[in-house]
């Protein structure tokens, strides 16, 4: 590890190794700090990303990608459920390969990445920032022109350098994950069982990992935490939906559901990902919304490297990128997901009642939530600017 | 004080993301709370969920 570089990434995810990949390809010098023992590792994840939001960032690697979905089921409280044929492809990925893939692109490309580099400290002084950490055991500083906080939802690094990063109870969901052997899912299918007896505020998800294994967890709304944990919650589900199951791994793990960050940037400093809550407040999905800040956090902080000019209004130019783009749908996801939280059971039954008869290739996300909306028309144009194709 | 379930908890970190005095760390094997930071509003104990922490009166 060198004493200085122009950039030192916080954080081995899917940001922060984007984030290394794209700085690095325009001449930075860059580190990758990892506090775990490997990257990818535990994977606290189910997976799914559409075909889009990964292509757009990364080839297809069929090493990674352990499956392909096609359409969707909706369960509703009693049992019904109602398929939906998906006009994008969607794959489940293995997320410990993927992670490590992103990490080997990021490191070919002249990236430095180390792993049990735990960061706890940070001093921004004058035109440079010193980051505290240990090493294996050994405690040591680096110095960087600009740190990239992409620790994840803890946020601590990116709370220490000055970002709002602090979440309420109400924008976070906590999860808990089983994969799950021996049991019968269509391999091409993601289930999505809607009820607060299940998932309170939340859902259940299983995502098939080829023929007889899927991804079976659950997250429960902040709002209704307290009584009963996710894990407990996930295991009365398994219980009673998949009780001859092995449970070939158990996780924990925590979802921001939150507005994305006000702000994003500040002199030498800069925040993405989980970190910058910089996910999908509905579905909870981060995975793509990490790689495309990775992308455009990376590419602006190497070129205000190259211009010797790393202000906070420098740096804006990725804050700017955000905002127009993924940004203003955040926001909209974010009012249908305060809204979806305090959906009933009775209200999934009519919805899944109204779709009645319709087959696969005629429901549309449109019309789900159309249907479920109709108490609350005023977010109709939300539906229809987020699900528009869908 | 909020006591760790060593045995429970799971080390994913959602407990730092809502604590609203940052008094806890999650380092590169176990999660550390200071105590004397910490304003006893329970959140992290009510969020975990494993449900690995609880709240212990101190005897003194
Ligand atoms: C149960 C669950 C299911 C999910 N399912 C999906 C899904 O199906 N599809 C989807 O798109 N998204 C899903 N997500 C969300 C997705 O996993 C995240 O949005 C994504 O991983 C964010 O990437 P990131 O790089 O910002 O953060 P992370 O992947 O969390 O990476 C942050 C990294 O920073 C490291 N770190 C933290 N603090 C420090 C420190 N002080 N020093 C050094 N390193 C540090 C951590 O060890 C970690 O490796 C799910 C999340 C959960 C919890």
């Known amino acids: 590890m060198k004493k200085h ?100 692109i990021a490191a070919d490309m002249g990236a430095e990445i180390y792993t049990k580099a735990y960061v706890h400290g940070l001093r921004r ?44 109870p109400k924008d976070v969901e906590p999860c808990a994950q089983m994969q799950l052997a021996n ?32 991804n079976v967890g659950l997250g429960i709304s902040g709002k209704y935490a307290g009584n009963k944990s996710a894990l407990e919650y996930l295991k009365d589900f398994v219980a009673e939906k998949f009780p001859k199951a092995s449970i070939l791994t158990t996780t924990a793990g925590g979802v921001p559901v939150a507005k994305a960050l006000d702000k994003l940037v500040g002199d030498g400093l800069m925040v993405i990902g989980d970190a910058a809550h910089q996910v999908n407040p509905l579905t909870g999905g981060g995975i793509s919304t990490a790689m495309a800040a990775g992308k455009m956090a990376g590419s602006v902080a190497a070129s205000a490297v190259k211009d010797k000019d790393i202000s906070a209004k420098r740096l804006s130019e990725y804050q700017k990128q955000w905002d127009k783009t993924i ?62 194709g869908f | 004080m909020v006591i760790v ?19 806890i760390e999650l380092t590169e094997f176990d999660l550390i709370i200071n105590d004397e930071i910490c304003i006893r509003c329970n959140i992290c104990i009510k969020m975990c969920p494993f449900a690995a922490l609880t709240s212990k009166t101190s005897e003194v």
């Open chain 2, 5 to 23: 379930n060593e045995k429970i908890c799971d080390l994913c970190g959602t407990c730092v993301a809502v604590c609203p005095v940052d008094c």
């Open chain 1, 327 to 388: 940004g203003k749908d955040i926001k909209r996801l974010y009012r249908l997901k305060e809204w979806a939280i305090n959906l009933t059971d009775t209200d999934y039954e009519d919805i899944a009642r109204s779709l009645d008869g319709l087959t696969p290739e005629q429901v549309t996300l449109v019309k789900i939530f159309k249907q479920a909306v109709k108490k609350k028309p005023s977010l109709v144009i939300d539906v229809l600017k987020v699900f528009a």
């Open chain 1, 183 to 214: 049991i019968d899912v269509n391999p091409n299918r993601g289930d999505f069982y809607l009820s607060n007896n299940w998932a309170p505020g939340g859902y259940v998800w299983a995502f098939p990992k080829g023929e007889n294994t899927a």
């Open chain 1, 5 to 104: 570089y122009n950039i030192a990434i916080v954080g081995g995810g899917p940001a922060g190794t984007t984030a290394a990949r794209f700085a690095t390809s325009q001449g930075a010098s860059v580190v990758v700090l990892e506090r775990d023992r490997e990257i990818g590792v535990p994977v606290r994840c189910a997976e799914g990303i559409s075909k889009e939001g990964l292509t757009k960032y990364v080839d297809i690697n069929p090493n990674w990608i352990a499956g392909t979905i096609t359409d969707f089921g909706f369960i509703s409280p009693s049992g019904k459920m109602v398929v939906f044929h998906s006009p994008t492809i969607g794959y489940i990925l293995h997320r410990r390969l993927f992670d490590h893939a992103l990490a080997e």
């Open chain 1, 125 to 168: 002084d004058g035109s440079k920032t010193t980051l505290y950490l240990r090493h294996i055991g050994t405690e040591t500083e680096v110095e960087a022109d600009i740190v990239i906080a992409a620790d994840g939802i803890e946020s601590r690094i990116a709370h220490l350098a000055g970002f709002n990063t602090k979440l309420s």
